[in-house]
């Protein structure tokens, strides 16, 4: 009783200014702190919005090509002198000069060394190749004058799509100003077009950003993230039912956990030594293939795919192993009858995000020598081949203009992949979920 | 003989052995007496299969590391080992194998437990592959990392100021093996890493109260996928960012302001890898956060805190172990992070504490070392290992630390 009377004194006026003014300033630091929460929050959304913008908005126009149609005349002498069509013939065959003819023949007042260069640089290096291939595939052209529509040179590619502006002096500026006037005549005459852009998605890396295409190094990470699949999954899926099912609980399988734990946080680049010295120095794989690049991408994507078969094994309730048990299965039957059936929407969920973080990572691949520049579309898992994320990473070391275009669609594109592998995964996640 | 028909042979072997033993089994069970059957047909086949396929592929391994450990006999030997006499022992195996397992099947053969048995050792083959990584990576790591340190001091590695890997062309020449003192490296990780945590822990940490403490499930399950896209962009990604936006974003600005900012300084690299690592920070110390008890906050609201004071008093107090991990783990993600300084900071070793300058990580160099074509034993593609292993250690140590500390505040509320 004393006790309650004397606190009862103690007890402060609730209504005192000091107090109310206590309250206020308590309330305004409440305030203030859930700004800062929601600022916390806002300021990431908004790193991420400023880096998606920035990339597509310099990417969107990687899927456009600027082209320039040009009458070109397929002289027989050039092609084919012995009037043989032989296809070797056909093939060696200059068709530089026939691209040339068809320039000159279209600015007929350009005169001198100097202008002729400037002007032959119009188009694209690839332009003879796509001649060749049109004689090759109908050698009846030969000797005919049509209006081939032709890829435009990076330059002009740029210059077109806007991103070289007529208004900087003409020193500052790659496209010049007798090139502007020739573009301009073309662009009259509406032999300029700007369409899409299908070599970017067939065609494989090239020295010319305007004919350079991601083909090559998509096939390159199919075949890695095969190779990755094949290895890792069935590993992956039997450590994690030897764990959960079978384990006793000893020293081995306490270290088999804890290294589980560390390798999922070992810095890939560690992986890309690893590879290196295992695959490469040791074992003598070929070097650039996406063989060895799926082995090291395997062992490191191999403990995101254990721990999340684990969680999933974890989840199945215990009465239905008790009721294969009951039925007469033997421990191995209950497993592979029951429980892993029924743990496989899991597994496979995190088998995807596994595998979507290994179709993005470059660093230990870098180690393995898939940096090579590569023209070829891979055709084996030993073939010499290169992977999105490397090509990416390629590009954006070119100093053209262009290429920081080319990287950002490619951007674009892996990303467009990952965020297909993603929603699979929730897809799976949501369809197969079941509460037990 | 190459390897690839050799596992077409075994493959389709083992189909037929399956086959037969099935058939083989279940032509005793149609005409079977009063004896019980002890196991399936198919497990008689997979029993075929498995006495075709466990020898050979023990042959096929022993192969593959005999062919890659150097032996002293002479080579006519060593090619009629590799090329003809393990194709046929392993064929032989095989076939036998497949043969007289067949031969076996009976009704009295109880095959299950021989099954189980080898699909057991399989599983724990499967699991030992871990331990096998984590030695593999040790050993090749170390075994280079020694031979550098044969030509390079363990003092000049750790305590020199220079780091200037290039090598003279001629072996004699004076000072060929360049200099190779890696505390500009350590110390240009450490500042990027630095710059990385002051970008990424006030914002992972402040958006994980948010979410917990006041966000109502709405917009947690909205913003929160949403923040972990940050997490799964691909780092070639955010390095491209933060070298062709970020970097002459914060190059400009620095010249509207007097100040001479590099195009590659650690600002931008360290800016972009701490949005990298801000949804790996909130997301765990979400966790954390919501693992503290309900009771704490309850008994700070019923004695008159605010949210915010019982954030500030009770929460985060209680949850510091498990902060202090997650901080930890970040910390050890953004040293060992590759592509975002590998095209977002310098090449060159400067030792400064100036954000604005560039500066090289350990990871910048282990790539710049080793991309490109040069001599495996060089003290120059060697210190790359040595590099290598500092990173895991350190990555290690981190990794070990931030777990024991997770588990301990586990147990604390468990």
């Known amino acids: 009783m004393t006790d309650i009377s004397s606190s009862n004194k103690a007890v402060k006026d609730w209504a005192s200014a000091e107090t109310v003014s206590n309250l206020k300033k308590r309330h305004r630091s409440e305030k203030r702190f859930r700004i800062l929460g929601i600022g916390a929050i806002f300021t990431a959304l908004t790193l991420l919005a400023i880096l998606i913008v920035s990339i597509v908005g310099k990417g969107a126009t990687a899927f456009l090509q600027t082209t320039v149609t040009l009458d070109v005349t397929f002289k027989e002498q050039v092609i084919d002198p012995k009037g043989t069509r032989d296809e070797a013939t056909m093939r060696a065959a200059s068709y530089g000069g026939l691209v040339r003819d068809a320039l000159r023949a279209e600015f007929p007042d350009v005169k001198g060394r100097r202008d002729l260069r400037v002007l032959f640089g119009f188009v694209s290096k690839g332009a003879p190749l796509q001649l060749r291939d049109m004689v090759l595939e109908n050698p009846d052209l030969i000797g005919q004058t049509i209006p081939v529509t032709l890829v435009a040179s990076d330059d002009i590619d740029m210059f077109n799509k806007g991103y070289i502006p007529r208004d900087v002096p003409e020193g500052d500026r790659r496209v010049k100003d007798k090139e502007i006037t020739w573009y301009d005549q073309l662009a009259e005459k509406g032999h300029v077009e700007t369409r899409f852009n299908v070599d970017f998605?067939?065609?494989?890396?090239?020295?010319?950003?305007?004919?350079?295409?991601?083909?090559?190094?998509?096939?390159?990470?199919?075949?890695?993230?095969?190779?990755?699949?094949?290895?890792?999954?069935?590993?992956?899926?039997?450590?994690?039912?030897?764990?959960?099912?079978?384990?006793?609980?000893?020293?081995?399988?306490?270290?088999?956990?804890?290294?589980?734990?560390?390798?999922?946080?070992?810095?890939?680049?560690?992986?890309?030594?690893?590879?290196?010295?295992?695959?490469?120095?040791?074992?003598?794989?070929?070097?650039?293939?996406?063989?060895?690049?799926?082995?090291?991408?395997?062992?490191?994507?191999?403990?995101?795919?254990?721990?999340?078969?684990?969680?999933?094994?974890?989840?199945?309730?215990?009465?239905?192993?008790?009721?294969?048990?009951?039925?007469?299965?033997?421990?191995?039957?209950?497993?592979?009858?029951?429980?892993?059936?029924l743990s496989m929407p899991g597994i496979m969920t995190g088998t995807i995000i596994g595998l979507s973080q290994a179709l993005g990572e470059t660093a230990p691949l870098l180690m393995i020598g898939m940096v090579a520049f590569i023209v070829d579309i891979p055709g084996a898992v030993t073939d010499p081949a290169t992977v999105l994320p490397v090509q990416i990473f390629l590009w954006a070391d070119s100093p053209e203009r262009a290429f920081v275009e080319k990287t950002s669609g490619a951007i674009i594109v892996l990303l467009g992949f990952l965020v297909f592998m993603n929603a699979l995964a929730v897809v799976l996640r949501k369809k197969f979920e079941r509460r037990w | 003989m190459s390897i690839s028909p050799l596992i077409i042979v075994l493959l389709a072997l083992c189909a037929a052995g399956y086959w037969f033993g099935s058939k083989k089994a279940l032509a005793i069970n149609t005409n079977r007496t009063s004896r019980v059957f002890s196991s399936r047909p198919h497990q008689y086949g997979m029993y075929v299969v498995a006495w075709g396929a466990v020898p050979s592929v023990v042959l096929l391994v022993l192969w593959f590391v005999l062919s890659i450990t150097p032996v002293g006999a002479s080579a006519t030997f060593t090619e009629l080992v590799e090329r003809i006499l393990f194709p046929v022992v392993i064929l032989l195996a095989a076939v036998g194998g497949v043969f007289f397992s067949f031969k076996k099947i009976d009704a009295d053969l109880r095959v299950r437990k021989t099954l189980e048995g080898v699909v057991y050792g399989v599983l724990i083959l499967a699991s030992t592959l871990s331990i096998f990584t984590t030695i593999g990576i040790v050993f090749s790591l170390l075994f280079e990392t020694l031979q550098f340190f044969e030509k390079v001091p363990l003092s000049e590695f750790f305590l020199g100021l220079e780091w200037s890997p290039q090598t003279a062309l001629r072996a004699d020449q004076v000072g060929s093996s360049g200099a190779f003192g890696a505390i500009p490296l350590f110390a240009g990780t450490m500042l990027i890493t630095l710059i990385a945590m002051i970008v990424a822990v006030p914002l992972g940490l402040m958006s994980a109260i948010y979410m917990t403490e006041y966000a109502s499930?709405?917009?947690?399950?909205?913003?929160?996928?949403?923040?972990?896209?940050?997490?799964?962009?691909?780092?070639?990604?955010?390095?491209?960012?933060?070298?062709?936006?970020v970097g002459v974003f914060f190059r400009d600005v620095g010249t509207s302001l007097g100040l001479s900012v590099v195009s590659e300084s650690a600002l931008a690299a360290g800016v972009v890898m701490g949005m990298m690592i801000i949804p790996f920070i909130s997301s765990l110390s979400d966790d954390i956060i919501m693992a503290v008890p309900q009771s704490l906050r309850d008994g700070s609201y019923g004695l008159g805190a605010t949210r915010s004071e019982t954030v500030v008093k009770v929460i985060i107090p209680a949850a510091l172990p498990g902060i202090v991990g997650a901080i930890l783990l970040a910390v050890s993600r953004a040293i060992g992070e590759t592509m975002i300084v590998v095209m977002a900071a310098g090449f060159a070793a400067n030792l400064t504490a100036n954000p604005l300058e560039a500066v090289t990580t350990v990871t910048v160099q282990i790539v710049g070392l080793l991309v490109g074509d040069q001599e495996f034993d060089s003290a120059k593609t060697l210190a790359a290992f040595a590099l290598a292993l500092v990173l895991f250690a350190i990555t290690l140590v981190l990794n070990v630390i931030a777990l024991v500390v997770v588990r301990k505040y586990r147990e604390k509320y468990d």
Request: aromatic fraction near 8%.
């Open chain 2, 217 to 245: 499930s709405r917009f947690r399950a909205t913003v929160k996928p949403i923040l972990e896209i940050l997490a799964g962009i691909p780092t070639v990604v955010y390095g491209f960012f933060a070298a062709l936006t």
């Open chain 1, 201 to 341: 998605f067939t065609s494989g890396d090239s020295r010319e950003p305007e004919i350079a295409g991601i083909w090559g190094a998509i096939v390159g990470s199919m075949y890695t993230l095969f190779v990755t699949f094949i290895i890792s999954f069935p590993i992956g899926v039997m450590s994690a039912i030897y764990l959960e099912e079978f384990a006793p609980k000893n020293k081995l399988t306490d270290l088999i956990e804890v290294n589980i734990n560390n390798l999922a946080a070992v810095p890939s680049i560690v992986f890309g030594l690893l590879g290196l010295a295992l695959f490469l120095n040791v074992a003598h794989l070929p070097r650039s293939a996406p063989l060895v690049g799926g082995l090291t991408l395997a062992l490191m994507t191999l403990p995101t795919i254990i721990i999340a078969a684990r969680a999933s094994i974890r989840s199945i309730p215990d009465s239905i192993r008790d009721a294969a048990l009951g039925l007469g299965a033997s421990r191995q039957q209950m497993v592979f009858h029951h429980v892993l059936p």
